[in-house]
């Protein structure tokens, strides 16, 4: 590295004007927590989104029966105890618009609308080496400028579009599920979806109530947990709320950000088989609970993943009638471990196949997809005629939205050139070769409950920029050595578990859905809880894995 040009730009950071001391994209989740924290910091901030209202993925995710999949008490921001105390959530797990209402109500109890910018679309993002600044531009051309470049796009929010020849010419309604046409009249109309992951799971029992027909085009099957949807009541409301600071120390000290209790020291392996049966059947009773409030080794110990996937099997097979339908519908632990794939939860989708204009099509084993047709979509054994086709393929997870345009670091080289054959991060929240940038949940973050872990980012985040402007401090550096370590931890970590085995399905947690790039590892299988140890560890530390410089001027 040449030291004097260096020097030159760490000092001309230190005198630039920019717009904005931060600029973050996205207004969702991660957006409102950047504003509060860099607010509180004295940052002036501006978060730009190109949808037209706030909520990130709830403002896109509109298609029916979208909703969360963490119980909504603790599906939420920490940092308002106010919030907290006033929000009143409607259902365990609140829908769309719930959730985004809740956004709209953080964003204006806050006064942060003034701080966003909607209805703008960012094209670029390019570091400055010459002055040490970043440089957003629009879709309309527009610059903006920033010492600190913050992206809060979301680990799920860029669709993964397949390649299926004939897709153009398909002459009704084809899009992806994230991009649901809000004013699209599906009653009474033959619906084909093609995909079969948590989003179908989620459509099918709503779509299933008035369109004439809804056929699935499966790939792989899920092990599919009971979501047991209810609605909040005043007594169990004003227990949480009375409890609120246990709900969020079990958030953070849980492997998957959750509330939820930990059976520790009991292994299934270990128990009796009449016991294990009777602790499996006591804790049916919806969520994720049942996988982290059972046996501590589900996930680790293949017999018990076995156990536990056979467990889940039984209780799917008795809500389905027909059993040829049963045994295309559930895994079993020689197709794929247990969390290999994500589980979805379940609002009906397993009785939905009951009905006789629901249908399934085994596109992996039996008929694979040949092509989309001007009316529907052509396997290599039938045609099936279509109004409107689906693609509920998924997102190209973690580094997608990050790569979906140029994020150019120094050098001239891209986010997306960086990860071409993996994608390294130092803890998810900030690249080598990209100063002054960081990420909210990026490549190599944990996989949980998205609340806690982005308020745990942000909270980083928040930390390292005080730090830098306490101390004058114009550049801050992820060191390489910090990135490599960061990747080999994760993936060794990653290597020890069964999720090593999602290769064999696809999983998006892997990457391995993605045609344009091999199976990497994408998340940290550590614990969440455990990460945030670390993130806590290296604020303590003073931020061992970056290097900081550029004293600003006197």
Known sequence: MNTTLTSATEAQASRTKVDFDAIGIGAGFAGLALIHYLREAGLSVRIFDRASEVGGTWAWNCYPGAATDSESYYYCLTFSNEILQEWKWT??????????????????????????????????????????????????????????????????????????????????PLFHSSRWPRDLDYAGKRIGIIGAGATTVQMVPVLAKTAKSVTVFQRTPNYILPAMQKDMTPEWEREIKANYDA?????????????????????????????????????????FRWVFETFDDLLASPEANRMAADFIGAKMRERIKDQRIADLLIPTFDDYPLFAKRPPLDHGYLEAYNEDHVHLVDIKNDQPIVEITETGVRTTKEHYEFDIIVLATGFKAYTGALEAFPIVGEGGVTLSDKWKAKSECVMGVCVAGFPNMFIVTGPQAP?????????????????????????????????????????????????????????????????????????????????????????DESAAKGFPELEFSGAAAG
């Not at 040490?132 to 680990?155: A, D, R």
């Not at 970590?493 to 947690?509: C, F, P, R, Y």
Request: proline share 6%.
């Open 447 to 535: 996989f949980a409950n998205l609340p806690t872990s982005i308020e745990q980012n942000a909270i980083w985040i928040s930390k390292c920029i005080r730090k830098m402007e306490a101390e004058g401090l114009a550049l801050c550096r992820p060191r390489r050595e910090a990135e490599e370590a960061w990747t080999a931890q994760t993936a060794d970590i990653h290597g020890q578990t069964l999720m090593a085995e999602g290769h064999k399905v696809n999983s998006w947690m892997m990457g391995a859905n993605r045609e344009d790039k091999p199976p990497r590892v994408l998340i940290y299988f550590g614990g969440a809880n455990f990460y945030y140890d670390a993130l």
């Open 247 to 287: 709900v969020i120390a079990k958030c953070r000290n849980h492997v998957f950000g959750m509330a939820f209790d930990s059976p520790v020291g009991r292994n299934a392996v270990d128990t009796p088989p009449e016991e294990r049966q009777r602790i499996f059947e006591e804790n049916w009773t919806g969520s």
């Open 91 to 172: 259902k365990r797990y609140p829908g769309q618009q719930e959730t985004q209402d809740y956004l709209k109500f953080v964003a204006e109890k806050c006064d942060m609308m003034p701080h966003i910018q909607l209805n703008t679309e960012i094209t670029e993002a390019r570091y400055l080496e010459d002055s040490g600044i970043w440089q957003v531009t629009t879709s309309t051309g527009e610059h903006y400028t920033c010492k600190y470049f913050i992206s809060g796009m979301g680990m799920i929010s860029e669709p993964q579009i397949p390649r299926i020849p004939g897709m153009s010419s398909f002459k009704g």
